[in-house]
């Protein structure tokens, strides 16, 4: 008998047959359906659609408008800041996200000469700390917040007075639509609820992450970051198969196909002079695994790779000799 493949990408493949298996799976207890109705699609179907819209619509309310070039290196150095001390208090990526949100905008309504080595740190500062407040349960003091390579040192009512400068400057908008919302919908909307699931959507949070420095990151809208990320995680694990799950991922994010491959070219080339391919080569071999119950087929073309890839790093030692 045949073993038929199975894939963590194959959820993405989303067919009228695999809407229906969603339909059907969904507990009773879970979602409440009219049973006097004629239709036989969930409420919930609806519901995930007003949604996107809704995601849409909002998306380029929240997004930054252009920054002036003379700010893109105090940027970079104020996102390496941010990540680093997102990193050092375990902080999710989701907050580090928010915070790049809120330095984004407000450095969009600065202008071309307000760029001082002090004002740009305070402003990492309080951006991490008012998405921090927002996303996280467990937040540091104001001081205690300044660890990692901190050149400035600010008392805790300068950073206050400061986090209301940029309250008023985001017009106290601070539940931005991000790329994570995008994310975060396409997981739910698809049904993916595995550890491995979890686990592909954390790989492309950090991809984002890692690509956020440049000051091309902030030319795109989220949809897009989004869209063009999840290709590319796809196209590293199962690059045979990657223009069936673009083709789907285009139609439920309705985005148009050149935006998304020139951010997409943007992201493959930041990819490639940085370290996000541990996580993808960590992806696979959990994958193989079948982590939660999940079992990959030997014939998966993920799988065969990661053991080559593994078989490698076991023999390199001996034949060194």
Same mark, same amino acid.
């Given at each position: 008998?045949?073993?038929?493949? #199975?894939?963590?990408?194959?959820?993405?493949?989303?067919?009228?047959?695999?809407?229906?298996?969603?339909?059907?799976?969904?507990?009773?207890?879970?979602?409440?359906?009219?049973?006097?109705?004629?239709?036989?699609?969930?409420?919930?179907?609806?519901?995930?659609?007003?949604?996107?819209?809704?995601?849409?619509?909002?998306?380029?309310?929240?997004?930054?408008?252009?920054?002036?070039?003379? &700010? !893109?290196?105090?940027?970079? /150095?104020?996102?390496?800041?941010?990540?680093?001390?997102?990193?050092?208090?375990?902080?999710?990526?989701?907050?580090?996200?928010?915070?790049?949100?809120?330095?984004?905008?407000?450095? !969009?309504?600065?202008?071309?000469? @307000?760029?001082?080595?002090? &004002?740009?740190?305070?402003?990492?500062? =309080?951006?991490?700390?008012?998405?921090? #407040?927002?996303? /996280?349960?467990?937040?540091?003091?104001?001081?205690?917040?300044?660890?990692?390579?901190?050149?400035?040192?600010?008392?805790?009512?300068?950073?206050?007075?400061?986090?209301?400068?940029?309250?008023?400057?985001?017009?106290?908008?601070?539940?931005?639509?991000?790329?994570?919302?995008?994310?975060?919908?396409?997981?739910?909307?698809?049904?993916?609820?595995? +550890?491995?699931?979890?686990?592909?959507?954390? =790989?492309?949070?950090?991809?984002?992450? *890692?690509?956020?420095?440049?000051?091309? +990151?902030?030319?795109?809208?989220? !949809?897009?970051?989004?869209?063009?990320?999840?290709?590319?995680?796809?196209?590293?694990?199962?690059?045979?198969?990657?223009?069936?799950?673009?083709?789907?991922?285009?139609?439920?994010?309705?985005?148009?196909?050149? /935006?998304?491959?020139?951010?997409?070219?943007?992201?493959?080339?930041?990819?490639?002079? *940085?370290?996000?391919?541990? *996580?993808?080569?960590?992806?696979?071999?959990?994958?193989?695994?079948?982590? @939660?119950?999940?079992?990959?087929?030997?014939?998966?073309?993920?799988?065969?790779?990661?053991?080559?890839?593994?078989?490698?790093? =076991?023999?390199?030692?001996?034949?060194?000799?």
């Amino acid at each position: 008998m045949a073993i038929e493949e #199975k894939s963590l990408l194959d959820a993405l493949y989303c067919s009228e047959e695999k809407w229906n298996d969603v339909v059907e799976d969904i507990n009773d207890d879970d979602v409440e359906i009219d049973t006097h109705t004629n239709t036989n699609i969930s409420p919930s179907l609806f519901w995930d659609d007003d949604e996107l819209h809704s995601l849409f619509s909002k998306e380029t309310q929240t997004h930054p408008n252009p920054i002036h070039p003379s &700010l !893109s290196l105090p940027r970079k /150095e104020s996102v390496a800041w941010i990540l680093k001390t997102n990193s050092h208090y375990s902080f999710s990526p989701l907050t580090a996200i928010l915070a790049l949100n809120f330095l984004d905008r407000f450095l !969009s309504t600065l202008p071309a000469n @307000d760029n001082h080595p002090w &004002l740009m740190h305070l402003a990492a500062v =309080t951006c991490l700390s008012l998405a921090a #407040k927002v996303e /996280e349960t467990h937040v540091p003091l104001l001081l205690d917040l300044q660890v990692e390579d901190t050149k400035y040192v600010f008392e805790s009512k300068t950073i206050q007075r400061m986090e209301l400068l940029v309250l008023s400057s985001l017009q106290w908008r601070m539940n931005p639509v991000t790329p994570v919302s995008f994310l975060d919908h396409i997981i739910r909307r698809l049904g993916l609820k595995s +550890y491995i699931h979890w686990e592909f959507l954390n =790989t492309c949070e950090t991809l984002l992450l *890692s690509v956020a420095s440049d000051p091309r +990151y902030t030319m795109y809208l989220p !949809s897009v970051l989004a869209t063009a990320a999840m290709l590319h995680v796809i196209r590293r694990l199962e690059p045979r198969r990657a223009a069936e799950y673009e083709s789907q991922l285009l139609s439920v994010l309705t985005k148009n196909k050149g /935006e998304v491959d020139e951010c997409y070219e943007v992201i493959r080339e930041l990819d490639s002079i *940085s370290n996000t391919g541990l *996580s993808f080569h960590g992806l696979k071999r959990k994958m193989c695994q079948g982590q @939660d119950g999940e079992i990959l087929s030997d014939s998966s073309s993920v799988c065969k790779k990661a053991r080559v890839e593994q078989q490698q790093q =076991t023999l390199s030692p001996l034949s060194a000799n």
